[in-house]
């Protein structure tokens, strides 16, 4: 059961990897107008090593569907026809590639793969045959029997290396008394019984359980292309040993569908085999280098890799040492960050004991910054094993646009900047949905019809750049369209209707007006439309990218275009923080969001018209937060003059946070507050917890949060 699950999770893992190269070939074939003939090979392969793998899995609809879309770039490599519509090739593959998607996550969900493919196929099938009647072919040739110009290869009598070798069993077979009977069978199917191969493989996989050794010719049933032919002209041979009757295993055998013909018979010994290697020969053949399809994988998929781990040698460059890739399980990587967290908190905890308060001990600091520097070298290894390029996510957006544009009539294409920039896992699993709901919206309302923008003196086709940047200790991303921008009275209409707006409209900027979009149920279309309307979709992307602790503002020029930006944290683990002190309570603010601190004059704080304390900073007025106040602490210091204000900027606000003292800057590991602080502490700036060296919790302000609160309270 075990191996089972090991199976089908190494398969969705390569199979998942092969669509998605799947999917960037495609759409990059029908952008450069023509099939590559080294992209007619890899999807070949691609598609030939799902069809295989399924087939071993017994997931029938999608090993069948993969052959039918196989015989299509078959064609293609076979007969290089002048005649390709290489947009309606795409949107088989990419029907396909979806068909395959869905039932991959049935299968991750623990569900069967049952969904039957036959339609597709039969689409698939009717678009070959159509295209070889088109290009001057027979249609009802098959390529991979009779090549034009060329002879079938013949099947070699002994082949070179055996690739489908069961080897002796560990334990007894069932169905018999102990003794090993030696068996020769030939099994000759219909001529157009259709996928043979599989067939015979299917043999294979329903004899397993029943043999201790088995060789079978043809070997290489589903990757020697003329495999189906020997098998339809010479029959399927086996050769096996079992402990199960005659009776029983032709019994096995007979169940087998689309059987003409079945040679059933006992040996004396193996030596009577027509096919039995010595082990030295199967030693030999193991040897044999036969390099096996694998996909092109991303740094993203080499954090989630198949349950085993496995180290892949790289060829070696003649000046350069022998590079080595090793795969590690996600939920391995999340537990040694977890252990590094706890490593932080502990370093802390003894290096700020309060029983070391006071102590001149010159050997124990210096320890104590040896133990920190390889504690953070550690952290930073730890950090880059979990960091991933967005590349992934942004090659996504390319079927997103080609879709869209498809149905909306429009002309657009992607632009991807800075690709390779790397943000955490977590982070970059959790970007996908935020982007495909700018991205559409940027098509749907941004992008006009190629008519309209020719009046305006435009191109035809428009652009959507999704760019990607490392600032400081944040990842930005920007996606910018060069379409007809934002109307802002249509928004500020549609917000007054909503019951958004909570000052005379005159006193709002512009930028305030276009975040509107983020709003909950806020659509300025008019008729509602598979891609919008509903009002749902912008809001999801502002919670989501919340959730990440980032922020997400809009911006446009009319005419011009408009631009997304999202700034998120490269991650959520472990963050430099300042901790407070109010009274006797500790909190702790993210270093990134100070701008600087103080201890003000009397003269610099003034009383505003609603009785609100504030102070001038860069001709900008800016509240004053006192925390003891806020959380109710009696013995908070009252007189400002005595305490400490730190500037904190959140989302252009600016504020100012009062504290008593500044206990210094610390390396904090975030801890979520638990289901019912969570909900008490959802009118703070309170989102989460951290532990202080000396045990103690500090609770750490999230500066957004605290600023949301402030500017609409």
């Known amino acids: 059961m075990a191996d089972h699950e090991s199976m089908v999770e190494v398969f969705l893992y390569e199979t998942r990897n092969f669509l998605e190269q799947l999917e960037q070939l495609a759409l990059g074939s029908e952008d450069a107008g023509a099939f590559a003939p080294e992209d007619v090979n890899e999807i070949f392969r691609a598609m030939h090593t799902i069809k295989g793998s399924a087939a071993m899995m017994m997931f029938t609809d999608i090993s069948t569907l993969a052959h039918s879309v196989e015989d299509i770039f078959f064609y293609l490599r076979e007969l290089h026809p002048q005649k390709v519509d290489v947009s309606s090739i795409t949107d088989l593959v990419l029907e396909a590639v979806d068909f395959m998607k869905g039932e991959m996550d049935r299968l991750a969900d623990g569900e069967t793969p049952d969904a039957s493919s036959a339609e597709l196929r039969q689409k698939t099938e009717d678009f070959l045959r159509a295209m070889k ?14 090549k034009p110009g060329a002879q079938p290869k013949p099947q070699a009598a002994t082949p070179k290396a055996q690739q489908y070798y069961i080897a002796p069993a560990k334990t007894e077979p069932s169905g018999g008394g102990g003794k090993l009977h030696v068996y020769e069978a030939v099994l000759h199917f219909e ?9 015979a493989f299917t043999v294979v996989n329903n004899l397993k359980e029943h043999i201790a050794e088995l060789h079978f010719l043809p070997e290489k049933i589903l990757e020697d292309d003329q495999a189906p032919e020997a098998i339809l002209r010479d029959g399927f041979r086996l050769w096996f040993t079992s402990a199960a009757s005659p009776e029983d ?7 087998t569908s689309y059987l003409t013909g079945l040679d059933f018979r006992e040996l004396a010994s193996t030596a009577e085999c027509g096919y039995w290697p010595s082990a030295a020969e199967q030693a030999a053949g193991a040897a044999v280098d036969t390099e096996p399809i694998v996909p092109a994988i991303h740094k993203e998929t080499a954090d989630a890799p198949p349950p085993q781990e496995k180290t892949e040698k790289q060829p070696a460059h003649p000046h350069h040492e022998e590079a080595q890739v090793i795969s590690v399980r996600v939920d391995k990587l999340d537990r040694l960050m977890d ?9 802390s905890m003894v290096t700020q004991n309060p029983d070391l308060a006071g102590l001149e001990l010159d ?30 996510v942004f090659k996504r957006m390319n079927r997103i646009v080609r879709d869209m544009t498809k149905k909306l009539c429009k002309k657009a294409r992607l632009v991807l900047v800075g690709a ?18 700018i991205v559409r919206n940027s098509i749907d309302h941004g992008i006009e019809l190629p008519e309209r923008r020719k009046e305006l003196g435009k191109p035809e086709s428009g652009t959507v750049t999704l760019s990607a940047a490392n600032e400081g200790g944040e990842v930005v991303i920007k996606i910018t369209d060069d379409g007809s921008g934002m109307d802002r009275a249509k928004i500020l209409e549609k917000a007054r209707q909503k019951g958004l707006l909570t000052k005379p409209e005159a006193e709002y900027t512009d930028k305030e007006v276009y975040n509107f979009i983020f709003a909950p149920g806020f659509s300025t279309n008019d008729q509602v439309t598979e891609y ?20 997400v503002t809009v911006d446009s020029t009319p005419g011009q275009g408009s631009t997304t930006t999202i700034r998120i944290p490269l991650t959520l683990a472990i963050v430099d923080g300042m901790n407070l002190e109010v009274g006797s309570s500790s909190f702790t603010l993210p270093i990134s969001a100070i701008r600087r601190s ?24 800016c509240p004053i937060v006192r925390l003891g106040q806020v959380y109710g602490i009696e013995d908070a210091e009252p007189d400002l003059t005595q305490g400490i204000l730190l500037l904190v900027e959140s989302e252009d606000r600016l504020f100012a946070l009062a504290a008593d003292r500044l206990l210094g800057v610390q390396q904090i590991v975030v801890k979520p507050l638990s289901a019912y602080l969570g909900n008490v502490t959802k009118k703070t700036g309170i989102t989460s917890c951290t532990l202080l060296g000396d045990g103690s919790i500090s609770l750490i302000i999230d500066p957004a949060k605290t600023a949301e609160l402030i500017y609409t309270s």
């Open 133 to 146: 009647v088109e290009n001057g072919d027979d249609p009802d040739v098959d390529l991979r029997k009779a």
């Open 420 to 437: 390779d920039t790397e943000v955490d896992k977590t982070i970059s699993e959790h970007l996908g949905d935020p982007l495909m709901h």
């Open 363 to 392: 050997n124990f600091q210096k320890a104590a910054r040896q133990l920190h520097k390889v504690g953070r070298e550690l952290q930073d290894s730890v950090m880059s094993l979990r960091m991933v390029p967005v590349d992934p």
């Open 532 to 551: 919008s309307g509903r009002g749902v979709g912008m809001d999801v992307v502002v919670s989501n990218i919340k959730a990440l602790g980032g922020k």
């Open 191 to 199: 001529p157009d019984c259709g996928m043979v191969e599989v067939r």
């Open 598 to 621: 103080f201890r003000p004059e009397a003269s610099q704080v003034f009383i505003d018209a609603e009785g609100r304390e504030m102070l001038i900073e860069d001709g900008r007025c």
């Open 339 to 347: 252990l590094v967290g706890e490593l932080v908190i502990a370093e």
């Open 249 to 255: 295993v032709k019994k096995i055998l007979d169940g």
